[in-house]
């Protein structure tokens, strides 16, 4: 099971290093599912074991000059307090229906997302064959 | 304009933490779409501040999380070393390939996160 959770580890880091996300898509289940955590429990230690990952992956790219330090301070004061507004608003709001309207906007925003980038994809094809 | 794009970076902020407060979904789900297409970043960058922005919100949750006593240090170990090591390789490998691609495989992400937040 250990071993498992070291896999999937190695994963969630390759995720969040490939596409900049926290990884927890995968260290939660991991978490819950094979190192037997209950479910807030999962959630807590995933937070903790994303920090030094997000520290070392947001290193890793300031050294490749993808990074604008103070643009990502700005950003993660604003988002940390309002998370706690978040958490704040679960409880006032009807969650299933927010949900389904979150769900669906993450839906277009892939479509937007995808169509750029097949856009672009198409492109470099085309002008690769030209020059 | 270095107000509007204050504004706009507030705004951002404040999406990404209601959101990830609401649905329990990590911030860069969130975050990396809008500095894409309202900010025209492209992928790497934003990919590169979104992990910046995740450092800051993480420790802010996981302080909380710590007086609550909900943490299991060793568990986070458990995956947290294997995962540092895998964020080493997903930055290089980010790098080589190309950033239309990635932007590809962040769709597929945000499609998966999709189904999870509405029938998890």
């Given at each position: 099971?250990?071993?498992?959770?070291?896999?999937?580890?190695?994963?969630?880091?390759?995720l969040s290093g490939l596409l900049g996300i926290g990884g927890g898509i995968l260290l939660v289940p991991a978490l819950a599912l094979v190192l037997d955590l209950d479910h807030i429990d999962a959630e807590a230690?995933?937070?903790?074991?994303?920090?030094?990952?997000a520290a070392v992956g947001a290193w890793r790219q300031r050294s490749y000059g993808n990074l604008d330090v103070r643009t990502g301070v700005t950003v993660g004061i604003f988002a940390a307090l309002a998370a706690v507004g978040?958490?704040?608003?679960?409880?006032?709001?009807?969650?299933?229906?927010?949900?389904?309207?979150?769900?669906?906007?993450?839906?277009?925003?892939?479509?937007?997302l995808a169509s750029g980038a097949i856009r672009q994809l198409r492109a470099e094809a085309a002008s690769a064959t030209e020059g | 304009m270095p107000?509007?794009?204050?504004?706009?970076?507030?705004?951002?902020?404040?999406g990404t933490g209601l959101f990830s407060g609401l649905f329990g979904v990590g911030g860069g789900v969130v975050l990396v779409p809008m500095l894409?297409?309202?900010?025209?970043?492209?992928e790497r960058k934003a990919a590169a501040t979104s992990l910046l922005v995740i450092v800051i919100a993480a420790i802010g949750g996981?302080?909380?999380?710590?007086?609550?006593?909900?943490?299991?240090?060793?568990?986070?170990?458990?995956?947290?070393?294997?995962?540092?090591?895998g964020v080493l390789i997903g930055t290089w490998l980010q790098q080589r390939i190309n950033v239309a691609v990635v932007q590809l495989l962040f769709s597929l992400l945000l499609v998966a996160t999709a189904a999870l937040v509405a029938f998890g």
């Open positions: 099971m250990i071993v498992l959770a070291i896999v999937i580890g190695v994963a969630a880091g390759i230690t995933s937070l903790l074991a994303i920090i030094p990952v978040g958490v704040a608003l679960v409880n006032a709001l009807d969650e299933r229906l927010i949900r389904y309207f979150f769900a669906v906007l993450m839906v277009y925003v892939a479509w937007r | 107000n509007e794009r204050i504004l706009r970076l507030a705004i951002i902020g404040v894409i297409l309202w900010l025209g970043f492209d996981a302080i909380t999380h710590l007086t609550y006593g909900n943490i299991d240090l060793v568990a986070a170990l458990t995956v947290g070393i294997p995962a540092v090591g």
